[in-house]
């Protein structure tokens, strides 16, 4: 079945770094557009990062951009999100989420939402 | 960015009974295409979000027919018809039509 996996997250101190990663199974990964999206304990859902099905393209929310580089890897079927520079408000689960439509450009990839998410993987930045 | 705003923020409710939920956009959602882009997103408690519908009344595989959307323009709702126990959760409407997508606050939905 179509899933998706991140791992990565932890504890760290303001400043630091930290790579999550999010295999895909199930799907041809390397067709769709893939977000990063974000929940800061308590609160609401917050879009952090889109890379298009081939990589070409990359966008960010500008509370993260300059900080933050999404990659994909479709040799791995994998997601990444490398963080940097890291403030306590980056402290949040970090979902990765998949486009619903096959290739597409970037700028339609919120049309349908998010048709598949992960789990989740919690980043929390401490010191 | 479009803003999106959500009412009521909390919403008991009584098993069996409908409930609705109200979303607005800062601006209209109807897309130069034509469409309007305009999902729903149900998040169980512990669980990650889950779509439940997009284009403002297409329900995706597998949401029981209870749950409906409609609305148009800055206008939206989601309609429970008969609220059932694993309704509770907090849902989230989510605008696609304008750059870059933008999540309503959330409606937490619990059993009175």
């Known amino acids: 079945q179509v899933q998706l996996v991140e791992s990565g997250g932890g504890v760290v101190q303001p400043g630091r770094s930290l790579r999550l990663s999010c295999a895909a199974s199930?799907?041809?990964?390397?067709?769709?557009?893939m977000h990063w999206v974000r929940q800061a304990p308590g609160k609401g859902l917050e879009w952090v990062a889109v890379?298009?099905?081939?990589?070409?393209?990359?966008y960010y929310a500008d509370s993260v951009k300059g900080r933050f580089t999404i990659s994909r890897d479709n040799s791995k079927n994998t997601l990444y999100l490398q963080m940097n520079s890291l403030r306590a408000e980056d402290t949040a689960v970090y979902y990765c989420?998949?486009?619903?439509?096959?290739?597409?450009?970037?700028?339609?990839?919120?049309?349908?939402?998010?048709?598949?998410w992960g789990q989740g993987t919690t980043v929390t930045v401490s010191s | 960015d479009v803003v999106m705003t959500q009412s009521p923020l909390s919403l008991p409710v009584t098993l069996g009974q409908p409930a609705s939920i109200s979303c607005r956009s800062s601006?209209?959602?109807?897309?130069?295409?034509?469409?309007?882009?305009l999902n729903w997103f149900q998040q169980r408690p512990g669980q990650s979000p889950r779509r439940l519908i997009y284009?403002?009344?297409n329900r995706d595989s597998g949401v029981p027919d209870r749950f409906s959307g409609s609305g148009s323009g800055t206008d939206f709702t989601l309609k429970i018809s008969r609220v059932e126990a694993e309704d509770v959760g907090v849902y989230y409407c989510?605008?696609?039509?304008?750059?870059?997508?933008?999540f309503g606050p959330g409606t937490k939905v619990d059993i009175k």
């Open positions: 989420a998949k486009v619903p439509q096959i290739f597409g450009v970037v700028m339609s990839y919120y049309y349908y939402g998010m048709d598949v």
């Open positions: 199930g799907f041809t990964f390397s067709s769709y557009g």
């Open positions: 890379i298009s099905y081939d990589g070409s393209n990359k």
């Open positions: 601006q209209s959602l109807v897309h130069s295409d034509g469409n309007t882009y």
């Open positions: 284009k403002v009344s």
């Open positions: 989510m605008q696609g039509t304008h750059w870059p997508g933008t």
